[in-house]
């Protein structure tokens, strides 16, 4: 069954140091997502991604953010300058249609130290 | 601000019981609502999604969405102590590209 594969699983990084999560979305998708969920909190929306462009992005998705689809199959996300906040786990998720399901991958556990 | 709110539990049922997981949601406009069941330290994993009013069976599972009244319904039904998790309620609220999740019931199944 096609699913939404990440890497690294786990990633430690210092403080100001510059991080890029990986995602393979399902091959067929055209909506590409990341999320995040801090350790006892919500998942929460950070930035869409629609036609080699973003479609929309969240508050928390400020300079330090950005998203890239280099080859038509890769999807990243680069964080610039981690900060200690930034400890959570990032779910890419990727959907055929705007309104259809969304499918996540195993998540990219962030820790800054 | 779009919310989507969940009673955070537990909700704890014995084995065989039927569990009812409740969600609301202040969006009235909303078109599209999805069931993620979440382990400790896992990612969301889809198990049911309505677009329209009424219920939705899928095995052991049913949604159920009332957009008059904003609400969003999952019954497990025989639940077993693997169906033990956190569930996500999510919406896609309309003209949007996101998800926005509540915080999640976490379920107990008592063997």
């Known amino acids: 069954e096609p699913e939404v594969t990440q890497t690294p699983s786990h990633q430690v990084t210092q403080m100001g140091q510059e991080v890029i999560l990986r995602c393979v979305p399902i091959?067929?998708?055209?909506?590409f997502y990341w999320y995040r969920q801090i350790l006892g909190q919500k998942v929460e929306f950070l930035v869409s991604?629609?036609?080699?462009?973003?479609?929309?992005k969240s508050e928390i998705f400020d300079d330090q953010f950005s998203v890239e689809r280099p080859d038509g199959s890769n999807f990243t996300l680069k964080i610039r300058s981690t900060k200690l906040e930034d400890s959570a786990m990032y779910f890419c998720?990727?959907?055929?249609?705007?309104?259809?399901?969304?499918?996540f991958g195993q998540g990219t556990r962030l820790t800054v130290v | 601000q779009k919310e989507v709110e969940q009673n955070s539990g537990p909700l704890s049922v014995p084995e065989g019981a039927i569990a009812s997981l409740n969600c609301t949601y202040s969006?009235?406009?909303?078109?599209?609502f999805f069931w993620y069941r979440q382990y400790s330290g896992k990612s969301p994993e889809l198990i049911m999604s309505?677009?329209?009013?009424g219920d939705k069976e899928d095995g052991r599972f049913t949604a159920q969405l009332n957009k008059a009244s904003q609400y969003v319904s999952l019954l497990i039904r025989d639940s077993q102590p693997s169906d033990s998790a956190t569930y996500l309620c999510?919406?896609?609220?309309?003209?949007?590209?996101?998800?926005?999740f509540g915080s999640g019931t976490r379920l107990l199944v008592r063997p």
């Open positions: 998720a990727s959907k055929t249609d705007i309104n259809t399901e969304a499918f």
């Open positions: 091959s067929n998708h055209l909506y």
């Open positions: 991604f629609y036609n080699n462009e973003i479609s929309e």
């Open positions: 969006d009235r406009v909303s078109q599209s």
């Open positions: 309505i677009y329209s009013n």
């Open positions: 999510a919406v896609n609220p309309d003209s949007s590209y996101k998800l926005i």
